[in-house]
Structures are given as C-alpha cells and as structure tokens.
C-alpha cells in the first residue's frame, strides 16, 4: 500500500491494516487518514468503511485463527484450530496462547509508558524491535520452560487416559454384549425384558467414566479430514503452527519444537511432526439471502455453522432454506467431479502425460493418475474425508438429495 501500512488481510467485508505505528492513538488517527484518503478518490466513492476493531497485538493466521489484544485491553481470541484438540489439550494450547499475548500487550504498553514519559519520541520507532526480542525471549525462557516442565506429566496422564478410556470401551462392549444375550435367552423363554438395576447403575457408571476420559480424545467434528493420533505431538504441532506465522520468532519457535519433539522421541523432520490442516475450506459462492437480499459466501467447516440446526445469512441472521443450500453443496461436489474429469493424467512411474484415451497403463507399465501438484483442488486431496463429511451434513440436515448424491460417489 503506497500510504505505508500493510494489508494483513482484505475480503468482500473487512480489511486489516497494519499501520506501523508504535501509539493507539497514532494508529486511530492514521486509520482516519487512510480511509479519507481512499473515500476521496473517485473510484472508491461507494464504498462504505469505517475503522471497527483496533489491536494493540494481533496474531493474524488466517480469519478463523487470530489472536490479539483490543485497544480496551480486551483479549480477542478467535482460534478454530483449537477446537480440533481434545478438550483438556485445548485448555493448555489457549492457556500458553493467552498469555504470551496478554505478556507482550503488557511489555509494549509499558515501554510506550516510559518513552512518553521520558519524552523520547524518536525511539518509539525502534519499540518494534524490542518488542520482538521481548517475544524472543519470551517463547526461549517462559513458554520452553513451561512446556518442558508439562510436557512429561502430560504424557503419563494421557498415556494413563488413553488406556484407561480403552479398558472401559471394552467392558462397555462385554457387558452389552452380554445383556443382548440375556435378552434374547429371555424372548425366547418368553419372558419380558428387564435389567436389573444394579446392572443399568453400573453401566451408567461405566459411561460416565468413559466421557471423562474421553476429554483426552480427539473430538469428532463435521469438517474434520486428519485423523490425529497423538494429543502431546498435535499440541505442539498446532502451538508451533501458530507463533510461526510472526515471522521474526520463526527460528526461536523451530528450536522450541525440536526440543520439545526430543521429549516424545521424534524427530523434527518426521512425517508425524509435520503440522497437518485439520479441516479445509468448503466454501459455497454467492448465497443469496431472500431477507437483507446481501450476497454472501459461506465456508461450511470453518464458519462454525454446522452445530446449529439451521445455517444463517451472516448479515441477518435469517436462515438459509435447507432446499437452497442442499442445491448449492450438490452444486460443490458436481463442480469439483467435473475439474477432476478434464484433469490430464500422468504417468505414476515415468510421470508422462496420457496422449490417448484408449490404454489403462502407459508404455512403462505405470498406472495413470490425476498430478495433485500440478492439479490443485481441496477436494481431491481429501477426497475420502470430504466425501464422508458430506455424508455427515446431508444426515445432520437431512438432505436426501445430496444423500443420492453422495452414495452413488465411488471411493477413488
Ligand atoms: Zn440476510
Ligand atoms: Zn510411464
């Protein structure tokens, strides 16, 4: 941007800016400037923007995963990765998140404090870089310490978690298993079905057991296309994940990882150490909405829209018709068959493109495939995971088309 601030991030409905301005108030007052510039040029008269949110901190990854201060010195925290973390993992990666943020807001407000104080204008300009090594340090001293202290007691109490909430399922399974028998021996001596209490109290016993422990699992989400197996390693995955996006603490958040990984014998460059998305974006254009009439578009998984019944138009909240949205996901999946139709094949073994229709394998023996480098497309990547998640919203809503739809996909 030629009037000198940054543009983290710009849609159909909002822009943020970095101003590069060290003060709230130098940032409020050249937010006004920016925009009455931009209002004024005749291209722009239309447009409708005002300054909304001010942060003193924000970590920005994308619009569903940001973090920051307010300038009421109100956290904001918007973090859809963390609902893919078991429960009490999640507690631990906000804990961390929360308060190296509230850590650094503090420090830079401390510093402009003293500077303005001391009447050092000039030096405001180099509060950027102090504050970054604050962060520096902050990820080398206390958020290290921190996780090599919980890391070891995490892992026993997961370990202890995990095979506990195994055990339960399995004499959950034995006990019905043998309740069902019983039931039947009693059908046919033609007697009635009854359990005996102490039977029913000992299994809800059993139950309420399994959800607490299950407070360590991963939790099943419509949206999800990984299938996570480890809780210590995914905290680390995700934690690292998101302070890497700063890339100014990007060195000291890998060195934090490699020695963190070193507590579960993993090594930095595994496959399994890699941070895997856990959802993807399913995104249906041009929703028009009968009530405010406001076109809009809606990312299904990451929007958080599928625990509710219905799907509502984000300006006005009316939901959307179950028939109209239904024709829209039959739209989705219809349109990303067709991009995997016309896709070429190439070769597994000598990566040639297919120049005839007729062979099933090429000249070297080598199976054809679609190229998912050359041929980027969510849905084919994930293509199983989406498939069964599309599964899931045509029951969660019962869409009996898309059901159709669905059913008649032949797993590739
Ligand atoms: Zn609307
Ligand atoms: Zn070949």
Wanted: net charge negative; proline share 3%; aromatic share 10%.
């Amino acid at each position: 941007m030629q009037m000198g601030a940054h543009i983290i991030h710009s849609d159909k409905n909002r822009v943020i800016l970095c101003t590069m301005k060290p003060t709230l108030q130098g940032a409020t007052v050249y937010g006004d400037f920016v925009l009455n510039t931009l209002l004024a040029h005749p291209l722009f008269v239309y447009l409708n923007l005002t300054v909304t949110k001010v942060w003193k901190v924000l970590f920005f990854r994308d619009t569903h995963n940001h973090f920051g201060i307010l300038d009421n010195g109100t956290i904001s925290l918007s973090l859809n990765l963390a609902n893919y973390l078991p429960p009490k993992i999640q507690n631990y990666f906000l804990k961390i998140l929360t308060r190296f943020i509230h850590r650094l807001a503090d420090y830079q407000s401390q510093k402009q404090q003293k500077l303005q104080d001391e009447m050092h204008i000039l030096e405001l300009e180099d509060m950027e870089e102090e504050v970054r090594e604050y962060s520096r340090q902050f990820i080398k001293s206390d958020i290290a310490n921190t996780l090599f202290s919980k890391i070891p007691d995490l892992l026993r109490v997961y370990r202890e978690n995990k095979s506990e909430a195994d055990g339960i399922r399995r004499e959950i399974e034995q006990r019905e298993n043998i309740r069902r028998l019983q039931h039947l021996d009693l059908q046919q001596q033609g007697s009635e079905n009854s359990d005996s209490e102490g039977d029913q109290e000992q299994l809800g016993h059993l139950k309420r057991k399994l959800s607490k422990c299950q407070e360590w699992d991963f939790p099943e989400r419509i949206g999800k296309v990984q299938e996570y197996s480890d809780g210590i390693l995914e905290l680390i995955n995700f934690l690292c994940e998101v302070l890497a996006q700063d890339e100014h603490i990007r060195d000291e958040v890998i060195s934090l990882k490699k020695n963190c990984l070193k507590y579960l014998n993993k090594s930095y460059y595994s496959e399994e150490a890699q941070f895997k998305e856990p959802t993807i974006a399913l995104r249906l254009h041009d929703l028009f909405c009968r009530e405010c009439h406001i076109v809009s578009d809606l990312d299904l998984f990451n929007d958080q829209l599928l625990s509710s019944p219905e799907i509502p138009c984000a300006y006005c909240l009316t939901p959307f018709p179950a028939n109209y949205l239904e024709h829209k996901l039959i739209r989705f999946v219809h349109d990303n068959l067709t991009f995997s139709q016309i896709q070429d094949l190439y070769c597994r073994k000598c990566s040639k493109a297919k120049n005839d229709l007729l062979p099933k394998n090429c000249g070297c023996s080598g199976h054809f495939a679609i190229d998912k480098a050359v041929s980027h497309n969510p849905f084919l990547e994930n293509y199983q995971m989406l498939v069964q998640n599309l599964r899931l919203i045509s029951q969660q809503f019962q869409m009996h088309f898309l059901s159709n739809v669905i059913e008649s996909l032949q797993p590739s």
